[in-house]
């Protein structure tokens, strides 16, 4: 039975020695295998995992690699078990750690950085500098499960306690494992960007740090927000989750579009979800003089970019990585006080032994999957349940 040395537990959660933990091998191949349940150290708790969201990034660590980085290189044939967006149950606290209860339901931010480096002192963790530097002799204590130490898509998992947001019993396990993702779009428009209220905001590309992306700026008083997109039910969800405006960019040129919609002008900032190849010279051409843009998404090509209407314009441009400065907690509240109804974009649950399947729905859009959970617990096998 599960007993390391100074680890608190409780019978009320028994926790078995292994686990089931899918594992990655070549590009695009996972198996389900044992793993030991890991064991937490000084400032770090053990979860039960209870449900993890399928993010567009496992998707390009599992058939791509990067940004995965596993002892240096790589990640597959690693012994790595991929997936970053999950919740779960505290079951395990390491020594000392007495900042979350045994039995607490909490969701969890993906990066815990080294501590010690310039931007880990500056709150910018997901930019750690000792990124990937913890295994063998090398080890800075830097973490991002899913990333560089294994992640989600299994039973267990040790976090630091920086990592985790507490949520009220409220809040469902599908819509918990959703908190990062607002997370994210929030550490672009505020910790990054500096968005207050009024000034007025693009979203470009309805997936989901699109639409989670128009929830919180919207809930943080932008005005107008604009979405754009090619998918008229995605750009519908934009619309219940806040969206002013909507602009079909099949239908109707997306720079006159916006302009139009925004009284001639440009906008204070674009947030650009797209990663399509003309997205970047769109989206000068959508901001005001000085206006910033977000760039949140990975494009498969380089492209070329306009640099001399960036500088003539003033323009800020900037990429964002992950959730830093703890902004997944201020996007709980958002959520925990209902400002926005994330579960909006939560399409399919599949059981964690469905894994396969759940990444099939998730990469190819089947049945218009936006997110996709899996669940260790409490799905039957073989069925999907589709979002109310
Ligand atoms: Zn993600
Ligand atoms: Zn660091």
Redesign the pocket.
């Known amino acids: 039975m599960y007993a390391p040395a100074g680890v608190k537990t409780s019978r009320d959660y028994p926790i078995p020695d292994t686990m089931k933990a899918w594992v990655l091998g070549d590009p695009g191949q996972l198996s389900l295998r044992e793993k030991p349940v890991p064991v937490p150290k000084k400032a770090e708790v053990l979860l039960r995992i209870d449900a993890v969201a399928i993010c567009a990034t496992d998707l390009e660590i599992i058939y791509h690699g990067p940004p995965a980085l596993i002892h240096g290189g790589m990640p597959h044939n690693k012994n790595f078990t991929p997936g970053h967006e999950y919740m779960g149950t505290v079951v395990a606290l390491g020594p000392a750690v007495d900042e979350y209860r045994l039995g607490q339901r909490v969701t969890v931010e993906i990066h815990a950085?080294?501590?010690?480096?310039k931007?880990?002192r500056e709150g910018m963790?997901t930019a750690?500098?000792?990124y990937g530097l913890n295994y063998g002799d090398v080890d800075?204590g830097?973490r991002a499960n899913g990333f560089t130490t294994d992640g989600g898509f299994c039973e267990y998992q040790v976090n630091n306690i920086n990592t985790l947001v507490a949520i009220p019993d409220a809040m469902s396990d599908e819509e918990a494992t959703l908190v990062v993702t607002a997370g994210t779009a929030m550490y672009g428009l505020t910790e990054l960007g500096g968005l207050v209220a009024g000034e007025s905001v693009v979203v470009t590309g309805p997936g989901p740090i699109g639409l989670l992306g128009v929830a919180v700026a919207k809930a943080l008083g932008a005005q107008p927000v604009i979405l754009t997109g090619t998918r008229d039910n995605r750009l519908k969800i934009g619309g219940e989750l806040g969206a002013d405006h909507v602009v079909n960019v099949t239908k109707e040129n997306a720079v006159d579009a916006v302009r139009r919609l925004n009284g001639g002008k440009g906008v204070d900032y674009v947030l650009e979800c797209s990663g399509a190849a003309n997205a970047v010279n769109e989206a000068v051409r959508m901001v005001n003089r000085g206006g910033k843009i977000c760039l949140a998404a990975f494009p498969h090509q380089e492209t070329p970019v306009d640099i001399a209407e960036i500088v003539r314009n003033n323009i800020y441009v900037y990429g964002i990585r992950g959730e830093g400065k703890s902004a997944t907690h201020r996007a709980e509240a958002f959520m925990s006080q209902k400002r926005f109804d994330a579960t909006k974009i939560h399409t399919h649950t599949f059981p964690l032994d469905d894994l396969p399947t759940a990444i099939r729905y998730a990469k190819d859009r089947v049945e218009d999957a936006i997110k996709v959970v899996v669940k260790a617990r409490g799905v039957a096998a073989t069925h999907k349940v589709a979002a109310e």
Request: proline residues 0%; hydrophobic residues 0%.
């Open positions: 950085g080294c501590g010690q480096c931007r880990c963790y750690c500098h000792n800075k830097h």
